[in-house]
């Protein structure tokens, strides 16, 4: 009965206090507006992370991607190179921290919000790399980016590097 109250009655929008049978009772139409209850406690903030993704281009316009581990934040999914944060630490960032010499450039950064954490990552891009793809990374190819298993926060860090890179419909065209 007192479930039904609150779902018709006594509800936080426009509450018919005087169809309440529990009116004469009521400590909130008594002392305040009863719109003002229930109370929502503030949000808890957030913690802010940061990171770098590295997003390298080969000649034929393929970008480098791997796997990340299978279990966790992400888990097994795709991703260009990246620094190693978490929800609970920051990854490094800057050049010096990229997976291999290149040529890396800042393509600005991406911005992502998690359940129980933001996510700023630094992209940087190198293009035209000629390397074999290291263990656990591969070449993928323009026209197959699209279908990767890209999580969006990566999807944002390849576009930040290579606007439209992501999209089936530019991606057919190859990029530069």
């Not at 770098?52 to 480098?64: E, K, P, Q, S």
Request: glycine fraction near 8%; aromatic fraction near 6%.
């Amino acid at each position: 009965s007192m479930m039904d109250l609150g779902a018709t009655i006594c509800s936080p929008r426009r509450p018919k206090c005087m169809l309440c049978p529990l009116n004469e009772d009521c400590i909130a139409l008594r002392t305040s507006d009863p719109e003002l209850f229930p109370v929502k406690a503030p949000k808890k903030e957030r913690p802010a992370r940061r990171g770098a993704a590295y997003v390298a281009v080969r000649g034929d316009g393929a970008i480098l991607l791997r796997k990340r581990p299978p279990a966790g934040l992400l888990g097994g999914m795709a991703e260009p190179p990246n620094t190693a944060w978490t929800a609970r630490t920051d990854g490094a960032t800057g050049t010096d921290h990229a997976p291999f010499p290149a040529d890396w450039r800042a393509s600005g950064s991406v911005s992502h919000i998690f359940t129980h954490f933001s996510l700023t990552l630094d992209v940087y891009r190198a293009l035209d790399v000629d390397l074999e793809a290291p263990a656990g990374a591969w070449w993928s190819q323009p026209g197959d980016v699209p279908g990767e298993a890209l999580p969006t926060v990566m999807k944002k860090a390849i576009e930040a590097a290579i606007p439209g890179a992501t999209s089936r419909r530019h991606a057919s065209k190859g990029y530069k």
